[in-house]
Each structure stands twice: as C-alpha cells, then as structure tokens.
C-alpha cells in the first residue's frame, strides 16, 4: 500500500466504497473517499457551530460507520485526534479538539494533500470540518479546487460528503488480503493558492 493507491472499504447500499490515500504514518493510512457518500447540510440548528456540535460529525460517527462498514471493517478504522484551530484569516473558532473515527479534512489538510489536479477530478463541491469567516459557516471545496469560507452556512447548504479516515494496515490487510487496489494518477503537487489553517491533522493514537 503507498500514497495515491486506491483501495475498498465499506459499502452504500452494496455499492463498494473506494478510498484514496492520502499520506502513511506508522504503519497508518490516511484515507479520502473518492465518492460523496451523502449530501448532507454541515449543521441541523441555525446559529453558531463547530466541528465538536455539528450534526454532521455525528452522523459520520454514528449512523455511517456502523451503515459502511462491517465488524471487521470497523475494526480497521483508527479513532484519531483531531485539531480544530480558528479560521487564521478571521479568527472564527474551531471549537475543542476531538477524538473522532470518521472525519472531515479541515482547510490545512486539504491545503497539504491536494493539488487542482486532483480536485478537477472531483465535480461537486465538498466540505471540509473547518470554520469560515463567522461561526455559522464552515469552509467548502469548490469543483474547481478553491475554498470558500463565506457561503457555507452551516444549516442553509446540502454540500457532498467526502468522509476521511485513519485506517491501521496491518489489521487491513490482514483481514482480507483481496481487496481491490490499484495505482492512482492524480497529482500530489501544486497546492492551490489558499495559505492557511495552523494545524496539521491530528494524528492516529
């Protein structure tokens, strides 16, 4: 397994899921669902979010982790620690830090892995977990690879969904050997001309 190979895990309604990875990290794999499994708004109740209170969180680690994945699949996923730093543009709170299994990227991991290349690649817009300019919004990709900080209002926009998750590869490949894996083309390089959320991703315990 390297970066930019593409893998299965899970299903939506027996159609596999398919992950690209996205970095390697004592012996873990940082995966980004190639598909939008849902399109869901960011939060259910109008006013001031963040990424620890909104309702999309929840759904990501309730509904569709035990929905996607088997038992032994969800035994693959590592619960991770996620930092959730201001908006460094207008200092828009994160919110506290989190322990979470599913996940959104926050503006500096999708600042870090992806390049208009690869986004280009993806036609929808697609949120990530970080706060926009106030604290009713949260950032979105646009198709074109740019971030928006301003429209996303948090319960006004049902925006794709493209979970991301910390798998443990040894307990993967041990589980089941014949899963699908190909090489990726997509460019790792080139990042788009949006600079900075001060955090990197929280990493796997």
Not at 14 to 19: A, I, M, S
Not at 53 to 79: G, H, P
Not at 124 to 136: E, H, K
Not at 176 to 203: A, H, I, M, Q, S
Request: charged share 25%.
């Amino acid at each position: 397994m390297n970066i930019g190979n593409i893998i299965s895990l899970g299903s939506i309604d027996k159609d596999p899921l398919q992950w690209t990875i996205l970095d390697i990290r004592r012996n873990k794999a940082l995966l980004l669902s190639n598909m939008a499994v849902d399109k869901r708004i960011y939060h259910e109740r109008p006013g001031k979010t963040t990424w620890e209170r909104c309702s999309l969180r929840r759904y990501l680690n309730n509904f569709f982790l035990i929905y996607a994945f088997s038992d032994a699949e969800r035994r693959c996923i590592v619960s991770t620690n996620l930092l959730n730093f201001p908006n460094p543009e207008y200092g828009t709170p994160g919110g506290h830090n989190t322990k979470d299994s599913i996940f959104l990227l926050s503006g500096s991991e999708y600042v870090e892995y992806f390049s208009y290349q690869r986004v280009s690649k993806f036609s929808d817009f697609w949120w990530l977990r970080s706060p926009g300019y106030r604290r009713d919004t949260a950032l979105f990709v646009y198709a074109d690879g740019s971030i928006n900080q301003y429209l996303g209002t948090a319960n006004s926009f049902r925006i794709a969904v493209r979970p991301a998750l910390w798998l443990d590869m040894e307990v993967y490949l041990n589980h089941d050997r014949n899963y699908f894996e190909k090489e990726n083309d997509f460019c790792l390089t080139g990042l788009p001309d949006w600079t900075g959320l001060p955090d990197w991703t929280g990493l796997p315990d």
